[in-house]
């Protein structure tokens, strides 16, 4: 049973920065890509950044230079370092991995991006 569980969502001010954590269980995690994707109100779900097991790494052109996402294989977990946090950014954001092309999503957590 594959299990996605985020953490570390708040409110933070425009230019902070916050970091996201996605613990994951069920699956084989050093050869997992893994994302983060995001859903505004009103927005359809975007995909903000992606992981693969060898490292290789893809980001959304809004977040590029200002997100990194990481994992760390001994704990199974992907983290999304989110730099000058704008407005924009305000959304729910969900952890997602698709073994054997079945999707599984976290249940979601909020980021706020205050003025």
């Known amino acids: 049973q594959v299990q996605l569980q985020e953490s570390g969502g708040t409110v933070v001010q425009a230019g902070g920065s916050l970091r996201l954590s996605c613990t994951t269980s069920?699956?084989?995690?050093?050869?997992?890509?893994l994302d983060w994707y995001r859903q505004a109100p009103g927005d359809e779900r975007e995909l903000v950044a992606t992981i693969r097991g060898d490292g290789y790494t893809l980001y959304a052109d809004s977040v590029e230079v200002r997100f990194s996402i990481s994992r760390d294989n001994g704990r199974q977990t992907v983290y999304l370092q989110m730099n000058n946090l704008e407005i924009e950014d305000t959304a729910v954001y969900y952890c997602h991995a698709m073994p054997h092309w079945r999707h599984y999503w976290g249940q979601g957590i909020q980021v706020t991006v205050s003025s």
């Open positions: 069920g699956l084989t995690f050093t050869s997992a890509t």
